[in-house]
C-alpha cells in the first residue's frame, strides 16, 4: 500500500561548477546559485522545481567553412577560433529526489528536465561564432547526481554532487556554430538549504 502525504518547503542553495566539452577550452569552476523549493506526495520521493544561474571562466571553439573555387571545383577549407572567456547560465529545472534509505542522514539519487539559457561572454559581451552568430542560446537539459540529506527542527540540509547534459548541437551548420559543435554539460556540487512549512 503507498501511504499519500504532502509536504512543501522552499530554500536555496549554492555551489560552484563548471562547463565541459570536446569545444570547451581552459575551464574552471565558478559560483552557482540557486532557489528551490520541494514537493513530497509519496515518501521517499521528493520533487523540486529550481532556478538557477551561475558563471564560470571558459572559452569555446568556432568552426566555420570558407569556399574556395579551384577550376570547376569548389573546395571547403575549415577555419577555427577560440572565442570567449566566460560562460554563463540560467535554467529553470524539475527534479526527482529519491531517498531510498529512511534514516536520519538520507542518501539520494536525483534525475532532472530543464531548459537552461547559455553564453558565451567576453569582457561582458556576447562572443559571435565565425558563421556570425551570438553564442546565446536555449537549450534543453537533462541531469542527475547524488548526494546527502538531513533534517533538523524544520528545516532539510543537502550536499550533492550533479551532472547536467546540455543538448546543444546545432545541426545546421551555415547557421549554426560550425559541423564540429558538440554537445556540452555541466558538472558541480552544491549546498542547499529549506524551510519546511
Known amino acids: 500500500m503507498i501511504y499519500l502525504l504532502f509536504s512543501f518547503a522552499v530554500g536555496m542553495g549554492g555551489g560552484a561548477f563548471q562547463v565541459k566539452g570536446d569545444n570547451i577550452v581552459s575551464p574552471s569552476y565558478g559560483p552557482k546559485v540557486e532557489i528551490y523549493s520541494l514537493f513530497e506526495f509519496v515518501p521517499n520521493l521528493v520533487y523540486s522545481i529550481d532556478i538557477k544561474g551561475g558563471r564560470a571562466n571558459a572559452s569555446t571553439r568556432s568552426l566555420a567553412y570558407e569556399y574556395v573555387e579551384q577550376g570547376d571545383s569548389t573546395i571547403l577549407i575549415p577555419i577555427s577560433s577560440v ?12 527534479s526527482l529526489y529519491w531517498y531510498p534509505l529512511s534514516t536520519r542522514l538520507k542518501p539520494y539519487i536525483l534525475t532532472r528536465l530543464g531548459l537552461m539559457r547559455w553564453r558565451f561572454k567576453d569582457d561582458g559581451e556576447v562572443v559571435v561564432s565565425l558563421n556570425g552568430n551570438n553564442f546565446d542560446r536555449y537549450s534543453l537539459t537533462l541531469g542527475g547526481g547524488i548526494g546527502v540529506s538531513s533534517e533538523f527542527s524544520n528545516f532539510v540540509f543537502s550536499l550533492g554532487v550533479y551532472s547536467d547534459f546540455i543538448f546543444s548541437v546545432d545541426k545546421d551548420w551555415e547557421k549554426g556554430f560550425g559541423t564540429e559543435d558538440e554537445n556540452e554539460y555541466t558538472l558541480g556540487f552544491e549546498i542547499r538549504i529549506a524551510k519546511e512549512f
Request: hydrophobic share 50%; proline share 0%; charged share 15%.
Open 83 to 94: 572565442l570567449g572567456n566566460e560562460f554563463e547560465f540560467i535554467q529553470g529545472a524539475l
